[in-house]
């Protein structure tokens, strides 16, 4: 069947089964492979990208049900004028370390700051709790967000 | 905390220099297994056996041979014909590649279907017809070592029961004398249950084998890719030249990418069969219930203490359930890995350890899950152990802890059971990470809190581990000594390139051992590229596990970077007119002893490497060294976990956790600390919720992440941190590797604060992972 979706910016028209889900699509048929596969529950939120804004687990998503949608994923965080403050407060907080679940974190941080410009500790750790991540003990990935979002709401009130 | 000597700008040891990697991980443009994409790839799906036990009639492959897409449906028969339906393990057992005779555990692999795209290699494998014939399971060490058990491993000459292998180690005579001197002998019986180290990301392969140049280029998520390069040529007896193993950005490894799988195998084989690149990735599902599993250890432990609290002897009977294959990823003579250090950071003379391993209808593992071989099991059973005596003889578990520490001055300090700890000072470390935690007024709001009603625990746990395998006199993985490399290159503009044989799965190495080199020749950590994972451009070495990355190839890049500098001093005397012995080297500047304005500095050095050298010189600056430690490393830490327990629902949360950690010298402190925050969630874990089980009929419980439960950001704790640094004296830089220190040590640390609530009730033990249930009915027989 024919689906159109728009991701990053570009849009993108083809003809996939029925049955794809929206990760593999954006894996295999778009080849953007920085959004990634962790587990077949619906558990890990490693598949994380943005549709029209609400983070969403791709291997839960069929690709037919993102047409006409507008989806986010990490390559498309980074904007003209340099990476997403998320991106550098990660990197500044040490927030990864293998960095396999790192897409996800981020895309789900990126979309909690957008709406809660200081999120609490307990905010943040609720908001990723449907992200795993096995390597960091997740303390700096709340850091990182908060990071993030102290550094967003600083360049707001500069501007 | 030692102070950096080289100025931020270089970032040698001790600069938290921000880490290399992330620039392509936070873009999406890391290149993990999944990501390899070769033209005209085929996708492999693996058939997996739904029962425990079964002898297998026959398989008919005909239907899904007939779906369109797949090209070969690879069974157990075909890869007999090639010899390749059994491979050896890295214990010295063997275990099937594609079940021929039996299958012998849930999940097992009984074919593999390849085919143009993964969704068709999967619908395909609906249409596999196997006829099993049921067996009895067999699902407990215990049952399997009754007489008359059936035999699981009845393909196996000589096997006539359910015995996996036997070890003991110790002075049994001595022990029994030191028993026979103590005022009373305390007893803790407690199952390390299984558990599943579960990396996000999962193991797969991208095999190509070239049909007319006969080389194989082998993309796979591999801890050990020189390692398995070799094995590879052993196991399939393909030309070693001909094998190219490639190990990407691997996401997470813990030691579930130590051994070689049977997908491995399989898709090799297709590839050559076929002559297309053939890719496998596993499921989560199959991840976890398939590969590599880890702990799984009943233990009883015996101590035999004064009624003064002195601790006289140890004495351990252990029995591990392997699984269907012997297939512990460690080294050859050593058949528990290093339970050794089940003595723990005591001081006392006698111990004796008893082990038997039997073969179950599971998967078969026994890997080091973040642990280095074993450690992990012993560490909790002596930390748990002390406390129980601390209890009996009535002491608090701190003051019975200090009471038999090694003290500084003892160190090297060889234990009963023959181990040579290197340096520590244990009771600075309790009393420090005590002290930080108020440990004499918790232990007065225990008291008050008790008089309420409510359960207040304290839990300490402190460990001692042996890391950095190991002096080529006593460790090998089948054969192979386990030694470990650095090749530095140094190019003509002063940038340089470093080439490793050990292989990181997100500890940093890409930053943390050019921080080793930055230190030694002054070359800022950002000038240097490292690179490993690559068979073909890496030199030789057994890998990253058991924390030997910075022990062995951080011990080998301090080496060979300092043989580099020895040359560039006697290019530098040669640049200032000066002699050799007069140079001195500091912050990549080379000055004349005595007349400090006259110098050069390592870009100089480089320049002259290749254009102006003394007489007789080789040109260039590059050198490979193999590093043979002359010992283990032996890190250590004081872990304190406050915790409360709802006596109503046996629901407990952690109030605190003071972990303070000494790995000796800290090459990156935030590094360091990302590796600890990491380790004590994992062990966390372990006592609170991941636990892979099984029922009567040998179905995994467990075999995906809502079954098998690891922490999210919700659960895991909070830390608090700190650090004492006595370095390794025989380590080049006194580092003494850290990556499993907080994994190995922490259960104990969880579980014995959950115990020290309801100790005064009289329990004892509660084993892992300690469900709210487990408490509650503990509490309840108590009370
Ligand atoms: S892959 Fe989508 S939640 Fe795990
Ligand atoms: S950084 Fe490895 S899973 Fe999060």
């Not at chain 1, 974190?105 to 096995?134: F, H, K, Q, T, Y």
């Not at chain 2, 051994?259 to 599902?285: C, D, F, H, M, N």
């Amino acid at each position: 069947m024919e689906v159109n979706i728009t991701i990053n910016g570009s849009e993108h028209a083809s003809d996939v089964e029925p049955r794809t889900l929206l990760v593999d699509h954006i894996r295999r048929t778009v080849g953007l492979t920085g959004t990634h596969v962790g587990c077949d529950t619906t558990s890990c939120g490693a598949c994380t990208v943005l549709m029209d804004g609400t983070p969403v687990k791709a291997c839960t998503v069929l690709a037919a049900q993102a047409d006409g949608s507008e989806v986010t994923t990490v390559e498309g965080l980074k904007g003209a004028d340099g990476l997403h403050p998320i991106q550098s407060a990660f990197t500044d907080d040490h927030g990864l370390q293998c960095g396999f679940c790192t897409p996800g974190m981020m895309l789900v941080g990126a979309s909690l700051i957008a709406e809660n410009p200081d999120p609490s500790d307990d905010e943040v750790r609720w908001a990723i709790s449907g992200n795993l991540c096995r390597c960091t003990g997740y303390i700096n990935i709340v850091k990182a967000i908060q990071t993030a979002a102290a550094r967003v709401a600083e360049s707001s009130n500069g501007s | 905390m030692v102070a950096p000597t080289t100025p931020a700008e270089i970032g040698g040891i001790g600069h938290s220099v921000q880490r290399k990697e992330d620039a392509r991980l936070i873009e999406g443009q890391g290149n993990f297994l999944d990501d390899i994409d070769l033209p005209n790839t085929l996708h492999m799906a693996i058939l997996r056996s739904p029962l425990a036990h079964a002898r297998i009639n026959g398989i008919d492959s005909e239907a899904a041979m007939a779906l369109d897409g797949v090209l070969a449906v690879v069974t157990g028969d075909l890869m007999d014909q090639h010899g390749l339906a059994w491979m050896p393990t890295l214990s010295g057992d063997t275990q099937a590649v594609l079940a021929t005779d039996k299958v012998r555990y849930q999940g097992q692999e009984v074919a593999a279907v390849i085919a143009t795209d993964p969704y068709i290699a999967t619908d395909a494998l609906e249409l596999i017809e196997v006829d099993y014939e049921e067996l009895p399971p067999i699902t407990t060490p215990q049952q399997s070592l009754e007489e008359g058990a059936a035999l699981i491993r009845d393909e196996k000459e000589g096997q006539t029961d359910n015995l996996a292998y036997t070890w003991e180690t110790g002075d049994q005579g001595a022990t029994e004398e030191a028993f026979a001197q103590a005022d009373r002998v305390v007893t803790l019986e407690t199952h390390y249950p299984r558990s599943h180290p579960a990396p996000l990301e999962t193991c797969g392969i991208v095999a190509d084998v070239n049909s007319v140049t006969g080389q194989a280029t082998i993309y796979m998520t591999s801890q050990a890719p020189h390692a398995h390069r070799t094995l590879f040529a052993m196991v399939a007896g393909l030309p070693e030249q001909n094998i190219r193993i490639v190990s990407p950005d691997i996401g997470g490894g813990f030691g579930n990418k130590v051994p070689i799988y049977p997908g491995y195998v399989v898709a090799t084989a297709a590839s050559l069969l076929i002559g297309q690149p053939v890719k496998w990735v596993e499921s989560r599902t199959e991840n976890l219930i398939s590969t590599g599993f880890a702990r799984d250890y009943y233990m009883k432990g015996e101590l035999a203490v004064t009624d003064e609290g002195r601790i006289l002897g140890l004495r351990v009977d252990m029995l591990s359930d392997q699984g269907a294959f012997y297939s512990d990823a460690q080294p050859t003579q050593f058949r528990a890995g290093l339970f050794h250090v089940v003595t723990g950071s005591y001081d006392f003379g006698a111990a004796h350890i008893n082990c038997k391993g039997a073969f179950t209808n599971k998967a078969p593992g026994g890997v080091a899950y973040r642990c280095s071989f074993r450690i992990t099991e012993a560490s909790y059973l002596i930390e748990r152990l002390v406390q129980t005596a601390a209890y009996e003889v009535g002491i608090d578990p701190a003051e019975m802890r200090l009471r038999n520490f090694i003290q500084p001055e003892q160190f090297p300090y060889e234990t009963a059971t023959g181990f040579v700890y290197d340096s520590g000072d244990y009771p600075t470390a309790l009393r420090t990470a005590m002290d930080e935690v108020g440990y004499e007024d918790l232990r007065r709001e225990q008291a008050e809190a008790r008089a309420e009603g409510r359960l207040i625990g304290i839990g300490i746990a402190h460990f001692t581990e042996a890391v950095g395998a190991g002096p080529s006199r006593t460790y090998d993985i089948a054969g192979l000594k386990m030694i470990d490399s650095a090749e530095l290159r140094v190019h003509p503009t002063g940038k340089a390139i470093l080439k490793l044989g050990v292989k990181t799965q997100g500890q940093g190495h890409e930053t943390t051992f050019a921080q080793i080199v930055a230190e030694v020749l002054g070359i800022p950590a950002n000038d240097i590229k490292v690179e490993h994972g690559d068979t073909d451009h890496t030199p030789y070495g057994l890998g990253t596990y058991a924390s030997r990355s910075t022990p062995v190839g951080g011990a080998a890049t301090a080496v060979v970077a300092r043989k580099l500098a020895d040359k560039s001093k006697k290019i530098a005397a040669h640049l200032l007119e000066a002699a050799d012995e007069d140079i001195e080297l500091a912050s990549g500047v080379f000055s004349v002893a005595g007349s400090p304005d006259r110098s050069v500095t390592i870009q100089d050095v480089a320049l002259a490497a290749y254009t102006n050298l003394p007489e007789g010189m080789e040109y260039g600056l590059e050198d490979v060294t193999y590093y043979d430690p002359p010992n283990l490393t032996y890190p250590y830490g004081s872990y304190i976990v406050v915790v409360e327990v709802d006596p109503d629902t046996g629901v407990w949360q952690v109030q605190r956790m003071v972990a303070l950690d000494d790995c000796g010298v800290r090459i990156n402190p935030m590094i360091v600390e990302g590796q600890i925050c990491g380790g004590l969630t994992e062990g966390f874990a372990m006592s609170a919720m991941q636990w892979i089980t099984f029922d009567e009929d040998g179905n995994c419980i467990g075999a995906n992440f809502m079954d098998y439960l690891v922490p999210t950001a919700w659960e895991t704790p909070k830390f608090e941190l700190l650090a004492t640094e006595v370095p390794s004296p025989h380590h080049p830089i006194g580092a003494k590797g850290v990556g499993e220190s907080a994994t190995v040590g922490s259960p104990a640390a969880f579980v014995n604060a959950v115990i020290d609530a309801v100790a005064h009730l009289g329990v004892r033990n509660i084993d892992m992972p300690v469900l709210p249930d487990r408490v509650w009915a503990a509490i309840d027989e108590a009370s």
